[in-house]
C-alpha cells in the first residue's frame, strides 16, 4: 500500500510560495527579512507563516472617499447638533421650530450612522459597478448642496 496521500490546497500553496521566492528578493512582511531561497512558509527570522496572494495596486478608492466626505460634513454638523443644540430646546418648544428646520436636523442627525455604514461596508462598495460609485459618491453632494440652498431661500 503506498504511504503517500492527496496534497491539500494549503500544501500546494506552500510550495508555490516557495517555488516563486527562489529567485526573487521579498522582504518578510513581519521583519523585513530577505525570503529569497526560503525553504518553508515559515519565515525563518520571525517564525511568522507566510502565505502567497495576490493584491491591487490601485484600490480606486476616490468615489468612496467622496461619497465619505459628503456624508462626513453634514454628520459633523449632526453631531453638533446632538450635543449643543438639542438638549437645550425644551420638548413642548418643538411645536415651535419651524419645520425646515426640524427637517434639517434629522438629515444631519441620519447622517451620523451613515458614516459608520460607508466606514464598515466599504468593501460592498468597492465591488459595486463603477457607474454606480460615481452615483453614490456624488449623491451626498447633491444633497448637502440643495440642503444649503434650500435652507439660504427658506431664511
Keep these: 500500500m503506498s504511504t503517500e496521500f492527496a496534497k491539500t490546497p494549503a500544501m500546494l500553496d506552500g510550495e508555490a510560495l516557495v517555488q516563486y521566492l527562489q529567485t526573487r528578493d521579498v522582504p518578510c512582511p513581519g521583519c523585513g527579512y530577505n525570503l529569497r531561497q526560503l525553504q518553508s512558509v515559515m519565515c525563518p527570522e520571525c517564525g511568522q507563516q507566510l502565505k502567497l496572494s495576490v493584491g491591487l495596486v490601485d484600490q480606486r478608492l476616490g468615489w468612496w472617499i467622496t461619497c465619505l466626505l459628503g456624508c462626513c460634513i453634514p454628520a459633523t454638523f449632526g453631531a453638533f447638533t446632538l450635543i449643543f443644540v438639542a438638549p437645550d430646546v425644551p420638548t413642548r418648544e418643538l411645536a415651535r421650530i419651524p419645520w425646515q428646520i426640524l427637517l434639517l436636523w434629522t438629515y444631519l442627525i441620519a447622517m451620523i450612522p451613515t458614516v459608520f455604514i460607508l466606514i464598515v461596508r466599504r468593501r460592498t462598495y468597492q ?6 460609485q460615481i452615483v453614490l459618491g456624488a449623491a451626498p453632494w447633491f444633497v448637502l448642496v440643495a440642503t444649503v440652498l434650500f ?5
Excluded: K
Excluded at 465591488?127 to 454606480?132: G, S, T, V, Y
Excluded at 435652507?151 to 431664511?155: E, G, H, L, N, S
Design 127 to 132: 465591488r459595486m459597478p463603477h457607474d454606480r
Design 151 to 155: 435652507m439660504m431661500m427658506r431664511f
